[in-house]
């Protein structure tokens, strides 16, 4: 079968090959990849940065947000069916007794290192004609939804970071009224996108035009949008007054220091970005710290996701298509057919304003095999 694979660790060793078919475990299913979404994390590994073949492999198969159709299983397979669309998780447990997240099935909370991740360290991802999975690392999606399910990885990311800000903020009393997203790519919209269904006043920073295509469907929401050319994060606090909560979805690392500097008393500061390393910065350090205790602010991290976010992602991207029709569609912003595909990957021109870029495989035409 066809599949798209990179050496890890050497730069632009982008090729589509043939790989054999997926061998198929106990309790397994064989999906049929529909359409892979890229991002950041793609381009990090294509650029040698980032990633790791599995054990006895000289490349990876990329990808890891992968929309399929389930069209085979093993004997002992249960709780899916022939034709169910699914939405397969993308960090698998590591092996360690002692580790309570991965034994917990919270995988993305592994505190080893030792996990593997589909399409990015140890294992291969989803941009291959068909992959074998265990339907517990797999969430189904309704046949109405589907269409939207290449954004479901991303959209459980982000799920998993507003379920942990809010549960993080049970430390007091706490009313979530005006949040800040800084960044309009999938992940930024996205979190603009669940903060909007919760009714919460939202504003995004970015820093395309404020009459782009970013622009335009961050207002469908009902969020503002700000551009930072006009409006710089280090003016958040005195245009907006009292932020409650602020994702950082730009992975420029110095944007965590202005945004701690405009977060509200008691607020939240959720970073979800991958920023480059080797960079030096100097901040004040004192007023760096004063600013978190003396307002009892928090900063903290968030990646991945584990299973129980990919339902709240099915559910939220049911709510997503009834209150703004057409919307994950406009998400979407570009097809590429699998023969194609080095053109998903190509750098993005800004004025494109690409959101999602999808690989298309077997798209979404059933077959009744
Ligand atoms: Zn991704
Ligand atoms: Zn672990």
Redesign the pocket.
């Known amino acids: 079968m066809k599949a798209i694979t990179v050496k890890p660790g050497i730069a632009d060793y982008l090729a589509l090959r043939e790989v054999p078919e997926p061998a198929v475990g106990p309790g397994e299913v064989v999906v049929r990849v529909a359409r892979v979404g890229v991002c950041g994390t793609d381009q990090e590994i294509i650029r040698g940065r980032y990633g790791t073949a599995p054990a006895g492999s000289d490349f990876l198969v990329i990808g890891h947000e992968g929309l399929g159709q389930v069209v085979d299983s093993g004997p002992a397979a249960t709780g899916l069916s022939l034709g169910d669309y699914v939405v397969a998780s993308v960090r698998r ?2 092996p ?1 007794a002692h ?1 309570r ?3 917990s099935g919270q ?1 993305d ?7 593997t991740e589909r399409g990015i360290q140890g294992r291969h991802g989803f941009l291959s004609e068909y992959y074998a999975e265990h339907p517990r690392f797999l969430t189904p999606v309704p046949p109405a939804l589907a269409p939207a399910g290449a954004l479901l990885e991303p959209l459980a990311v982000v799920e998993k970071a507003l379920r942990q800000s809010l549960k993080i903020q049970e430390r007091l009393p706490w009313n979530l009224e005006r949040a800040v997203v800084l960044g309009a790519g999938a992940i930024g919209l996205l979190a603009a996108l669940l903060l909007r269904l919760r009714g919460i006043e939202t504003w995004v920073f970015d820093r395309s035009a404020p009459a782009g295509r970013k622009a335009r469907l961050a207002g469908q929401t009902g969020a503002h949008f700000a551009n930072t050319g006009e409006t710089p994060v280090s003016r958040i606090a005195a245009e907006l007054g009292q932020v409650d909560l602020i994702v950082e979805a730009t992975g420029y690392a110095p944007l965590v220091f202005d945004a701690c500097q405009q977060l509200g008393g008691n607020g939240v500061l959720c970073l979800l970005g991958v920023a480059d390393e080797g960079s030096p910065l100097t901040i004040d350090a004192g007023g760096f710290n004063n600013r978190l205790v003396l307002g009892n602010r928090l900063v903290f991290g968030s990646v991945n996701a584990n299973p129980a976010d990919f339902r709240a992602g099915v559910e939220s991207l049911a709510q997503i298509e009834q209150r703004w029709p057409g919307l994950t569609e406009s998400l979407q912003t570009r097809r590429v057919p699998l023969a194609e595909f080095q053109d998903a990957f190509a750098g993005q021109a800004e004025d494109i304003e690409d959101i999602k870029v999808t690989v298309e495989l077997a798209g979404l035409t059933p077959d009744e095999d």
């Open positions: 447990p590591c360690h580790c997240p991965c034994r995988n909370m592994c505190l080893t290192g030792d996990f």
